[in-house]
Each structure stands twice: as C-alpha cells, then as structure tokens.
C-alpha cells in the first residue's frame, strides 16, 4: 500500500528538531486520555446525557479503527522528527509514552479522535457561535493531525482516513439520533459495545491480543450497564441526568 507522497519529509524540514517535544505535547489533544478527561468534564460539570453520547461514539470509533489495524496491518513512516537520545533524559521517558508506537499505522486513531470527540462538543456546547465552535474544532482536528505527520508515526493518508472513519461514525450517529432522539443513549452505548465486542474478537482470533482491546470492551460493557441502569430507574429524569 503506496502512502507515502512525500509529505512526512517536507513537514520535518520545516519544523526543526527543538520543537519536536512541544510537538509531541501538541499530538495529546487527540490522545484517548485526553479525550476521556474531556468527557469527563462534560459529564461533570455541563450535560451528563450528551457526554454519555459522545463517549458512546468515542468507543464505535476507536473499536472501528482498532479492528483494522488487527484485521489489516501497516507499517508506520518510522522516521521520527528527533531521535530519542538527542532529547534531554528528563524529557524521554514522556515523550517516547507519547510518540513512540511500533503499532500499525492505517488509519490514524488520533484523526478518529480528534473528530468524533471535539465536533461532538462543538455540537453540544453553547461557548461562542456555532461557527466559531466548528472552526476551533476543526482547526484541533488539522493541528493534531499535523503533528503525527510532523512527528513521523503518520502519513497523510492515515489522517484522512481517520478523519473519514470519524466523520461517518457521527453522520451516522446523528441520523439514527434525529429519527430516534428518544433512543440516542441507547443507539450510542449500544453501538461502542458492538465495535468493542467486535475489535476484542479480532484481536482473539487474528490477533495479537492486547489489554487496549481487553479495556475497549471494558468501556463498551461499562456504558451498555450505565444506559440500562439509567433508563430502568424509576426516580424523576432531571435536564442534565443520563438516560
């Protein structure tokens, strides 16, 4: 599979090597502990509902994305901004955690991530205009997407790729939501538990089985309990609980 155009080189040209750890910062706007800390403040402190939605949606995605690097592996550009040794020691053990990866590189889970989670609080918040949610949104999704091309553990055919994969798990999401908005919980929750249920069976038999499958499902399972707890209880359904 010919994906390199050649953009991987003319990014790292441009960006010099003392940027590589900001850089590498910069990527964690798209990493799955970021995006879990983001709906947990949503779940916190604005619209339980709608952070259920969103992580729901998160989980499809990763599940979807993490099927097919089992399924279908590539190999990754393997041409790091900065060679790990040339960082200071007290800055190499973050940023190997945050860079390094010898897993497969189509298609890229931050893009997945980065669209799924933040035009999802684009659509959900009310900070600012519509418009100017959209564009802070979609300007997060193009720096991180940069960034893993900077960085050199992404081409640019597994950002779009997983800027596609993202953008139909919402299309999709926000369908079913319209024509069923009294189920969306449900369609969301519903929909993690089968892509994790799927992604942990493709890591069993295709293999190889690693515990980022074993705790997808863990989520999956964690938001289908939490939607059928939410929607057997009897009590009175406030404007900003789950159900």
């Known amino acids: 599979m010919a994906r390199d155009f050649g953009e991987v080189d003319a990014l790292q040209e441009i960006v010099p090597e003392a940027l590589a750890f900001p850089t590498a910062m910069a990527?964690?706007?798209?990493?799955?502990?970021?995006?879990?800390?983001?709906?947990?403040?949503?779940?916190?402190?604005?619209?339980?509902?709608?952070?259920?939605?969103?992580?729901?949606?998160?989980?499809?995605?990763?599940?979807?994305?993490?099927?097919?690097?089992?399924?279908?592996?590539?190999?990754?550009?393997?041409?790091?901004?900065?060679?790990l040794e040339a960082l200071p020691s007290i800055l190499q053990p973050l940023y190997e955690l945050a860079v390094v990866d010898s897993g497969a590189g189509f298609p890229s889970g931050h893009a997945v991530t980065t669209t799924i989670v933040y035009l999802s609080l684009a659509r959900h918040l009310s900070v600012g205009s519509r418009r100017q949610r959209y564009l802070g949104a979609l300007s997060i999704v193009s720096l991180v997407g940069?960034?893993?091309m900077t960085l050199g553990v992404h081409y640019l055919v597994d950002v779009i790729a997983g800027a596609v994969i993202g953008n139909a798990v919402l299309l999709?999401?926000?369908?079913?939501?319209?024509?069923?908005?009294?189920?969306?919980?449900?369609?969301?929750?519903?929909?993690?538990?089968?892509?994790?249920?799927v992604c942990l069976l493709?890591?069993?038999?295709?293999?190889?089985?690693?515990?980022?499958?074993?705790?997808?499902?863990?989520?999956?399972?964690?938001g289908f309990l939490w939607w059928h707890v939410a929607a057997t209880d009897r009590r009175p359904v406030g404007v900003g609980d789950p159900s």
């Open 146 to 148: 940069l960034t893993r």
């Open 27 to 83: 990527t964690q706007l798209g990493a799955i502990w970021f995006a879990t800390l983001l709906i947990c403040c949503l779940y916190r402190f604005h619209d339980r509902r709608n952070a259920v939605v969103t992580a729901g949606l998160l989980v499809t995605g990763t599940g979807i994305w993490r099927t097919i690097k089992i399924v279908a592996p590539v190999p990754r550009p393997e041409q790091p901004l900065v060679a």
């Open 202 to 222: 493709a890591s069993l038999f295709v293999g190889p089985f690693s515990f980022w499958e074993l705790g997808l499902f863990v989520a999956g399972v964690g």
């Open 172 to 197: 999709g999401g926000f369908w079913l939501f319209s024509r069923y908005p009294e189920r969306r919980v449900a369609i969301a929750v519903g929909g993690g538990f089968c892509s994790a249920s």
